[in-house]
């Protein structure tokens, strides 16, 4: 046998043992797009912000359903801190003649009887004291939403007709806040001022002047309170 017809033996007999490239850049290329199609196959679920979803944050009940807060529209007004709570018992009302106000007003026993809040000198804030008394008309008004009152503030006769004017609005003022912040609707209060105009005492003497720095709580039909209150 010549040596160029042995030639094609050697050649083949050499690729079978030389090294395989080929098959190697395959697997890689397999690993390769193996990869991919996972990477791909994550991004197919989009995420909140992808998706452009809002995302909502509510309390569940055991069953998974949405936890609604109980109404309670008839719920009582809470006191200010500091001071006691509103009776959950109702003010009952006699059945007064039409233009009549019921008794319970002018009961000696009842803290309803009393209508008149007393400042300090120069002053609009509401004592202590009177906070009882303005919550018990309070609840009668939540009870009794067809009433109304009118919040007459008072001053002493020192200062100007203009200066006291405005001192009796901040007075009046400060009763009706004082019983709004306990519930009662601004359609059933009106505050007013009449200054120095309608003293409960005369003289010029402290012990006047300290009766006459005052706000009334006056009801329908009332245009200034009776003796006494």
């Not at 803290?111 to 309070?138: C, G, K, T, W």
């Amino acid at each position: 046998m010549t040596e160029s017809s042995m030639q094609p033996l050697a050649d083949a007999s050499t690729a079978l043992h030389a090294p395989r490239p080929a098959r190697g850049l395959y697997r890689h290329a397999s690993v390769g797009l193996l990869c991919l199609a996972v990477l791909a196959g994550c991004s197919t679920t989009p995420t909140p912000e992808q998706s452009g979803a809002q995302v909502e944050s509510r309390p569940i009940g055991e069953q998974g359903t949405q936890v609604a807060k109980p109404a309670t529209p008839d719920a009582l007004p809470k006191a200010p801190v500091g001071q006691p709570p509103i009776s959950s018992a109702p003010i009952a009302t006699d059945q007064a003649s039409a233009g009549q106000l019921p008794a319970i007003l002018s009961d000696p026993k009842s803290l309803l009887s009393r209508r008149s809040v007393f400042f300090e000198y120069d002053s609009n804030a509401v004592r202590d004291e009177f906070r009882p008394m303005i919550q018990a008309h309070a609840r009668f008004l939540l009870d009794n939403p067809k009433l109304r009152v009118t919040i007459q503030g008072n001053t002493d006769e020192r200062g100007s007709r203009e200066y006291n004017l405005a001192l009796g609005q901040r007075r009046a003022d400060a009763v009706r806040q004082a019983m709004a912040v306990l519930g009662v609707t601004e359609r059933q209060m009106e505050p007013v001022s009449l200054g120095e105009e309608r003293p409960r005492a005369s003289g010029s003497t402290e012990a006047a002047y300290a009766e006459n720095r005052r706000a009334d709580i006056l009801y329908d039909g009332e245009d200034k309170l009776p003796v006494g209150k």
